[in-house]
């Protein structure tokens, strides 16, 4: 039996958004909905009348139209209200105090800021001045090559308000990733700034802007904002085509009312990327309405987020959680930025930023978690917490003894919500609920209005057991397609070649008994030796809880006409991977799995590759195991950890 770790008191669930929301959903449709999974099946079952209700009690402006979903069993093509008219930036902009907190912003220990909604709203209204002032207009695209930082969130919505598409990838890309991303979609202008903290250093990004200025040459303006105090020095900008600083930009544009461009509910907002670990990213079109009506339901319903929360997720510009935290503007939430290091100067950083500023909702990644975890740190003893009622964790799946010590060490009386989605919907299949237990190890729920399955091989659903994440009817944030993909046949190939007219994920989960769900890893790096499908993540999970072992990547490598498990190990700092050790994670793996997960190699490594958004890439050393080209080393953080996997002797025997 799952051990039961938080479990929510009547009066915590009174005072949530969903249990308001159960009771319009019953009053206005006649319903008896009691909890979560009552509303969730009626979600699905009655997804119009529960997307049209969602918008109402959201509060969102814009006009859904008559018809609900058009081609409903077409997929790809089925359309969300083909009949609506929305802005995304009007509802993130919606009338409130302009003396209200809008962003707070911390540049490691280097930069601090508060923006009013009221500051916020001029400085939309002076860029959106600047980007007419060029012409950029509906279906233009925008980019932004930046830090997590306010005038990121100005520029977009500038563009978006505009009609026009913004896309954005972070300060610490390479010119080569920059360009397989930004010159697939031809901008007329980038943001940019000079360069950006990490780590404590400074690092001057001016010379790659110059380069990337120079080889696209679709862009008739780059707009340079200062950030780490070089761009107001003279002749800073030298030799960067087309180069401004953001004053110039928009020095001739007083503040004054923003424009939003009436748009169809399909209206392409985001040019998303696909991690292009394998190839040059995947170009993943999302519209204005979907993106809108469905972050703001996770924001609302599974975050339980009111007007006035102070709101965090650690995320960087190249990474769908950056679209996701800003979606909170339209709940009328306080946006707590952070760009750089969440270990520096110390682990602690993110809990200080939470006390000092009363974050009420703290979102990261699970491989922090467990990077806290073995460092040692124990916040409820260093920190009081008291403000912050969820936390959430993705980017991979939390393992359970990270759940533990959540609990056991952050904080007791809060959700931890693990959460999973993907670039690919610019949102989650599965989330939080502030009005259910958490389980030790389980996602808690699926989403709202999201029909959720796991199937087997043949195409059934399958129960306590793994299977392929699908969802099998049409969902609003569904994207729109990839950039100039002829007929969609690349986006039908991702996500519908495999069952007819049903998005397929790629990952590998099981839905348990509560109605929760376990993700495995992604079923294009499942294992199958002996033919058994084995999920990555089993492994991590046992595998991890070793002290010694600090992080690990697995692989299946080809042979003796068969898959044999491959395990790569970055140990603590002098630790030596002995016998003693690799049968101690042979035995733990064993002990908790079969003996089929047990790798045939344990290898020790000093790095491991991962994207810039920090999951590590089983794919592309898969490929360098078995001496095949890495497509797009562009898209790593440290491409160089490659070469620790090429022509390992281990793997010869």
Same mark, same amino acid.
């Given at each position: 039996?799952? !051990?039961?770790? @938080?479990?929510?008191?009547?009066?915590?669930?009174?005072?949530?958004?969903?249990?308001?929301?159960?009771?319009?959903?019953?009053?206005?449709?006649?319903?008896?909905?009691?909890?979560?999974?009552?509303? @969730?099946? $009626?979600?699905?079952?009655? *997804?119009?009348?529960?997307?049209?209700?969602?918008?109402?009690?959201?509060?969102?402006?814009?006009?859904?139209?008559?018809?609900?979903?058009?081609?409903?069993?077409?997929?790809?093509?089925?359309?969300?209200?083909?009949?609506?008219?929305?802005?995304?930036?009007?509802?993130?902009?919606?009338?409130?105090?302009?003396?209200?907190?809008?962003?707070?912003?911390?540049?490691?220990?280097?930069?601090?800021?508060?923006?009013?909604?009221?500051?916020?709203?001029?400085?939309?209204?002076? %860029?959106?001045?600047?980007?007419?002032? #060029?012409?950029?207009?509906?279906?233009? +695209?925008?980019?932004?090559?930046?830090?997590?930082?306010?005038?990121?969130?100005?520029?977009?919505?500038?563009?978006? &308000?505009?009609?026009?598409?913004?896309?954005?990838?972070?300060?610490?890309?390479?010119?080569?990733? %920059?360009?397989?991303?930004?010159?697939?979609?031809?901008?007329?202008?980038?943001?940019?700034?000079?360069?950006?903290?990490?780590?404590?250093?400074?690092?001057?990004?001016?010379?790659?802007?110059?380069?990337?200025?120079?080889?696209?040459?679709?862009?008739?303006?780059?707009?340079?904002?200062?950030?780490?105090?070089?761009?107001?020095?003279?002749?800073?900008?030298?030799?960067? &085509?087309?180069?401004? *600083?953001?004053?110039?930009?928009?020095?001739?544009?007083?503040?004054?009312?923003?424009?939003?461009?009436?748009?169809?509910?399909?209206?392409?907002?985001?040019?998303?990327?696909?991690?292009?670990?394998?190839?040059?990213?995947?170009?993943?079109?999302?519209?204005?309405?979907?993106?809108?009506?469905?972050?703001?339901?996770?924001?609302?319903?599974?975050?339980?987020?009111?007007?006035?929360?102070?709101?965090?997720?650690?995320?960087?510009?190249? @990474?769908?959680? @950056?679209?996701?935290?800003?979606?909170?503007? !339209?709940?009328?939430?306080?946006?707590?930025?952070?760009?750089?290091?969440?270990?520096?100067?110390?682990?602690?950083?993110?809990?200080?930023?939470?006390?000092?500023?009363?974050?009420?909702?703290?979102?990261?990644?699970?491989?922090?978690?467990?990077?806290?975890?073995?460092?040692?740190?124990?916040?409820?003893?260093?920190?009081?917490?008291?403000? %912050?009622?969820?936390?959430?964790?993705?980017?991979?799946?939390?393992?359970?003894?990270?759940?533990?010590?959540?609990?056991?060490?952050?904080?007791?009386?809060?959700?931890?919500?693990?959460? *999973?989605?993907?670039?690919?919907?610019?949102?989650?299949?599965?989330?939080?609920?502030?009005?259910?237990?958490?389980?030790?190890?389980?996602?808690?729920?699926?989403?709202?209005?999201?029909?959720?399955?796991?199937?087997?091989?043949?195409?059934?659903?399958?129960?306590?057991?793994?299977?392929? #994440?699908?969802?099998?009817?049409?969902?609003?944030?569904?994207?729109?397609?990839?950039?100039?993909?002829?007929?969609?046949?690349?986006?039908?190939?991702?996500?519908?070649?495999?069952?007819?007219?049903? $998005?397929?994920?790629?990952?590998?989960?099981?839905?348990?008994?509560?109605?929760? /769900? /376990?993700?495995?890893?992604?079923?294009? &790096?499942?294992?199958?030796?002996?033919?058994?499908?084995?999920?990555?993540?089993?492994?991590?999970?046992? %595998?991890?809880?070793?002290?010694?072992?600090?992080?690990?990547?697995?692989?299946?490598?080809?042979?003796?006409?068969?898959?044999?498990?491959? #395990?790569? /190990?970055?140990?603590?700092?002098?630790?030596?991977?002995?016998? !003693?050790?690799?049968?101690?994670?042979?035995?733990?793996?064993?002990?908790? =799995? =079969?003996?089929?997960?047990?790798?045939?190699?344990?290898?020790?490594?000093?790095?491991?590759? +991962?994207?810039?958004?920090?999951?590590?890439?089983?794919?592309?050393?898969?490929?360098?195991?078995?001496?095949?080209?890495?497509?797009?080393?562009?898209?790593?953080?440290?491409?160089?950890?490659?070469?620790?996997?090429?022509?390992?002797?281990?793997?010869?025997?």
């Amino acid at each position: 039996m799952t !051990a039961l770790l @938080w479990q929510p008191s009547q009066a915590q669930i009174s005072r949530t958004n969903l249990h308001a929301f159960i009771q319009a959903a019953n009053h206005r449709h006649g319903l008896q909905l009691a909890d979560f999974d009552d509303l @969730w099946s $009626w979600s699905v079952s009655d *997804s119009a009348a529960f997307w049209r209700l969602l918008w109402e009690f959201c509060g969102l402006t814009g006009d859904l139209g008559a018809r609900d979903l058009h081609d409903a069993d077409r997929l790809p093509g089925a359309r969300w209200f083909p009949d609506g008219r929305v802005n995304y930036a009007r509802n993130l902009l919606a009338p409130r105090p302009d003396d209200s907190e809008a962003l707070v912003f911390r540049g490691e220990d280097k930069v601090r800021r508060r923006v009013s909604f009221g500051e916020l709203s001029a400085e939309v209204s002076r %860029v959106q001045q600047g980007l007419q002032a #060029l012409g950029i207009g509906a279906g233009d +695209r925008v980019c932004g090559y930046m830090p997590n930082m306010p005038e990121t969130i100005i520029y977009m919505l500038a563009t978006t &308000a505009l009609g026009a598409i913004w896309s954005s990838a972070s300060p610490d890309f390479g010119v080569q990733g %920059v360009l397989d991303r930004f010159g697939q979609i031809e901008p007329r202008l980038m943001v940019t700034v000079d360069g950006y903290y990490y780590n404590g250093k400074t690092h001057d990004i001016r010379d790659k802007v110059r380069e990337i200025a120079a080889r696209m040459p679709t862009l008739e303006q780059v707009v340079v904002v200062p950030y780490v105090g070089v761009a107001d020095q003279p002749d800073a900008l030298n030799g960067i &085509a087309h180069g401004v *600083s953001h004053a110039v930009f928009t020095a001739a544009h007083p503040a004054g009312d923003i424009h939003y461009a009436d748009l169809p509910f399909d209206h392409p907002l985001f040019i998303m990327f696909s991690s292009g670990t394998t190839g040059v990213p995947k170009c993943i079109v999302h519209g204005h309405g979907g993106t809108l009506i469905q972050q703001v339901k996770e924001h609302v319903l599974h975050s339980d987020c009111q007007p006035g929360d102070r709101v965090f997720f650690f995320t960087t510009c190249g @990474w769908m959680m @950056w679209n996701w935290l800003v979606a909170g503007l !339209a709940a009328g939430e306080t946006l707590m930025l952070y760009d750089g290091s969440p270990f520096y100067p110390s682990g602690s950083v993110l809990f200080d930023y939470a006390d000092e500023e009363r974050i009420t909702f703290l979102g990261t990644s699970a491989k922090w978690i467990d990077a806290i975890k073995k460092a040692g740190l124990e916040p409820k003893k260093t920190h009081l917490l008291t403000s %912050v009622r969820a936390m959430a964790s993705t980017g991979s799946p939390l393992v359970p003894e990270s759940f533990d010590y959540v609990y056991q060490a952050i904080k007791a009386d809060m959700q931890l919500a693990s959460i *999973s989605g993907g670039t690919d919907i610019i949102s989650c299949f599965m989330l939080g609920s502030p009005i259910s237990p958490v389980y030790r190890g389980e996602i808690q729920k699926r989403g709202l209005g999201m029909a959720v399955d796991a199937f087997d091989d043949q195409g059934q659903p399958v129960r306590g057991d793994k299977g392929e #994440l699908v969802c099998t009817k049409a969902f609003p944030s569904m994207p729109i397609g990839f950039w100039k993909d002829d007929g969609d046949k690349k986006f039908f190939e991702a996500y519908f070649a495999r069952f007819p007219n049903i $998005w397929t994920h790629g990952d590998l989960v099981e839905i348990t008994e509560h109605q929760g /769900v /376990v993700v495995y890893g992604r079923s294009d &790096a499942t294992l199958n030796p002996g033919g058994v499908r084995i999920g990555t993540a089993e492994i991590y999970r046992q %595998v991890e809880k070793l002290e010694q072992v600090v992080e690990a990547l697995v692989v299946g490598q080809d042979w003796d006409a068969d898959t044999r498990v491959v #395990l790569f /190990v970055r140990l603590q700092d002098g630790v030596t991977l002995d016998a !003693a050790l690799c049968d101690a994670i042979k035995k733990t793996i064993r002990d908790n =799995t =079969t003996p089929r997960h047990v790798p045939a190699k344990i290898i020790a490594v000093s790095d491991i590759p +991962r994207t810039k958004s920090g999951k590590i890439v089983e794919l592309a050393v898969r490929e360098v195991v078995h001496n095949r080209p890495v497509k797009n080393i562009e898209a790593l953080a440290n491409p160089e950890a490659l070469e620790l996997f090429r022509g390992r002797p281990e793997l010869m025997t």
